[in-house]
Nanobody, 120 residues
């Protein structure tokens, strides 16, 4: 059974940092394209970053470019999202998803999400 489990969400002050982890079981994550999405109640789910399975090329939404960094932690079968200079508008549930083909795929596997709250 394949599982993706996100962790690292927390309450943080504006300007602060968090590092999220998406850990996999049942699949070897380093051959998958892994995306991070965020969801705010009442709004559409937003894709904010992805790392390609073929060449580890990272992609970012303009709203997080320069502040967030996606990377792999293959020893732990995980993908990380380093989030710096956090803003209140980054508050959301952050969800990871994996696709065997690419960052433009349908994403076969999804996690449950971890809550990030940016506020004082």
């Amino acid at each position: 059974q394949v599982q993706l489990v996100e962790s690292g969400g927390d309450l943080v002050q504006p300007g602060g940092s968090l590092r999220l982890s998406c850990a996999a079981s049942g699949i070897t994550l380093d051959i998958y394209s892994v995306a991070w999405f965020r969801q705010v109640p009442g709004k559409e789910r937003e894709a904010i970053s992805c790392i390609e399975g073929s060449d580890d090329r990272p992609k970012y939404h303009d709203s997080v470019k320069g502040r967030f960094t996606v990377s792999r932690e293959n020893a732990k079968n995980a993908v990380l999202l380093q989030m710096n200079n956090l803003k209140p508008e980054d508050t959301a549930v952050y969800i990871c998803a994996a696709d065997l083909l690419s960052c433009t795929g349908r994403f076969d596997y999804w996690g449950q999400g971890t809550q990030v709250t940016v506020g004082s």
